[in-house]
């Protein structure tokens, strides 16, 4: 046994059971201190038992108190271990305090100590801890519907949740059970394009990010081309505008980009040069906005794999083989689409018919099904090119082809 001075002993109102102190016993023992059981306390002299002895001490004004120490890995433990005590010797909580325990416990403590350290019933401490499971359940959900969204696996998914796979692989069963007329909810308050010229008006991306596209081209693309939960892939993900979109008119989707921003952590990094990500799910629809070629040199980075970077045929080589990537990935059972937005490359004197070029090495694989103009909104040549395109008697190009292929 040990002594510790009196003073030395910690009481933490928060890690003991409550209860009401009684001054007589405390006066009763402080006249019989040699008959008192030693107190009982943490390695941190935190008191896990003997509230009443401890003041009688002081009450008698004794500067050593006998103690035995216990060892605890934690504040839980110590807790429990008071309570454990103090119900020994007929410091009884009333069902409310265990209550309150149970709950507090539930997700940190295994279901039976709980049990047997309160001494209630399976029954009782389940019913108690019902709101709390269900809680838990549903943030659960909402978790794994997150990480499905964006086309993380089921073992992922199980392993990062921490549930078991049957229970992921179920309530993803029940998130794709959806019936065929929700599109028109989904997009109720959307208004689609009907003619192939798509014009918006003001960026409205929520991250801003050079070269980012209006997301109502997205958005179009998704309502015309995909149902829900289908799976978007899109390998030049920038800004992250197709993550947006995707969330809000309920796709899946899977974004990387050779690059990913800091702002978007469910932007996987990924150079599409080494081919398609290997957990790439089938995708429903293929969406690339490549930086257009020269356009974009050394804007986004230095890497030689950047296709802002590359000479003119390594570029058009890498177009082409995402498309036959694609064509592998469909195989014969499954049809999906691949769309692909890009301008020419035309500055004075210089004219690379870019859309011309990659629909070329695209319809090697694919056939085409749709080709859309898409003007830019806003202006996009500075006050003196214009004035030397005036002079030069040069058109300044102001569209971009939104292509459309399949199978
Ligand atoms: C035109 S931006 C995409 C913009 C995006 N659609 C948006 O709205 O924010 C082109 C992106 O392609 C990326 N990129 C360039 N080369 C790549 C490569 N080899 N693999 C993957 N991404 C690449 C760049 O980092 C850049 O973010």
Redesign the pocket.
């Known amino acids: 046994m040990n002594t510790i001075k009196v003073s030395e002993v910690v009481y933490r109102e928060d890690l003991y059971p409550r209860f009401k102190p009684n001054p007589s016993k405390i006066q009763e023992y402080a006249e019989n201190l040699e008959l008192l059981p030693p107190i009982e306390v943490s390695q941190h002299h935190i008191l896990i038992d003997g509230y009443h002895r401890w003041k009688a001490y002081q009450t008698a004004g004794v500067d050593e108190i006998p103690c035995v120490i216990t060892e605890v890995k934690s504040e839980q433990e110590l807790l429990m271990l008071a309570v454990r005590r103090n119900a020994a010797h007929g410091q009884q909580l009333t069902q409310e305090e265990k209550k309150r325990y149970a709950i507090r416990w539930w997700d940190v403590l295994p279901d039976d100590e709980i049990i047997e350290t309160l001494s209630i019933s399976r029954n009782t401490f389940l019913r108690w801890t019902r709101d709390k499971r269900r809680e838990k359940e549903a943030e659960q959900k909402q978790r794994v519907y997150d990480l499905w969204m964006r086309c993380e696996t089921q073992e992922r998914i199980a392993e990062q949740v921490g549930v078991p796979r049957q229970t992921v692989a179920d309530w993803i069963a029940n998130f794709a059970e959806i019936d065929p007329e929700a599109d028109s909810g989904i997009f109720r308050d959307f208004e689609p394009e009907l003619y192939t010229v798509w014009n918006f008006g003001k960026a409205t ?1 929520e ?1 801003r ?5 209006p ?1 109502e081209i ?1 958005e179009n693309l998704l309502y015309y081309y995909t149902k829900p939960f289908d799976v978007v892939f ?9 993550i947006d979109v995707c969330l809000r008119r309920k796709r899946r989707y899977y974004v ?4 990913p ?1 800091p702002a978007r952590p469910d932007i996987r990094k ?5 081919g398609l990500p290997d957990d790439l799910p089938v995708p429903d629809l293929v ?1 690339l ?4 070629w020269k356009q ?1 040199k050394g ?3 230095d ?1 030689p ?5 590359m000479d003119l045929e390594r570029f058009l080589e ?1 177009i082409g083989s995402i498309a036959r990537d694609v064509k592998r990935k469909w195989r014969a059972d499954h049809s999906g689409k691949l769309a692909i937005i890009i301008g020419p490359w035309n500055v004075i004197g210089e004219f690379v018919d870019l859309p011309f070029l990659c629909y070329e090495r695209i319809a090697k694989y694919l056939t085409p099904v749709q080709r859309i103009t898409v003007p830019y909104n806003t202006q996009i040549h500075g006050g003196a090119y214009v004035k030397l395109a005036k002079e030069k008697r040069e058109l300044l190009y102001l569209t971009r082809d939104l292509m459309v292929f399949e199978r």
């Open positions: 991306n991250v990010h050079f070269g980012n596209i997301p997205i899109d390998p030049f993900g920038g800004g992250g505008s197709t990387s980009d050779l690059n921003i990924h150079d599409i040069t080494q969406f906005d490549p930086p257009y974009a804007k986004y980075s890497d794999n950047d296709l802002g970077n890498t």
